[in-house]
């Protein structure tokens, strides 16, 4: 996988990630976790803001049409080496008592005849 490529993927994790959080009402963001994940770790070279612009390009905004599971997402970010964040995902989710089950919707929004 190149790089760029690699990036794209994260960033497209992170938002369809953060739209799961959203949907659950998690009182907590991806940018939490990313921030407990490497903030201390990464100290002057730390950077979040760029999570914050994830929404302004429409190739990650369409990620959410496409057919993703929280399966794909952790799949996603462990290929790329993002096993910290998954971590504090786990660990708030244990802490926040947040139980899921695997669900895949498809055919969410066709109208009905």
Not at 10 to 22: E, G, H, P, S
Not at 72 to 93: N, P, S, W, Y
């Amino acid at each position: 996988m190149n790089s760029n490529h690699e990036h794209y993927s994260v960033a497209r994790a992170f938002y369809q990630l953060d739209f799961y959080l959203d949907a659950i009402h998690a009182p907590f963001t991806v940018k939490d976790l990313y921030h407990s994940a490497y903030a201390e770790k990464r100290k002057n070279h730390y950077d979040d803001k760029w999570l914050d612009h994830l929404e302004e390009d429409s190739h990650i905004r369409d990620s959410l049409e496409d057919s993703f599971t929280a399966h794909t997402i952790v799949e996603t970010l462990l290929k790329t080496g993002h096993e910290a964040v998954l971590r504090q995902l786990i660990k708030h989710l244990r802490k926040e008592r947040i139980h899921f089950t695997q669900l895949y919707i498809s055919g969410a929004g066709r109208k009905k005849p």
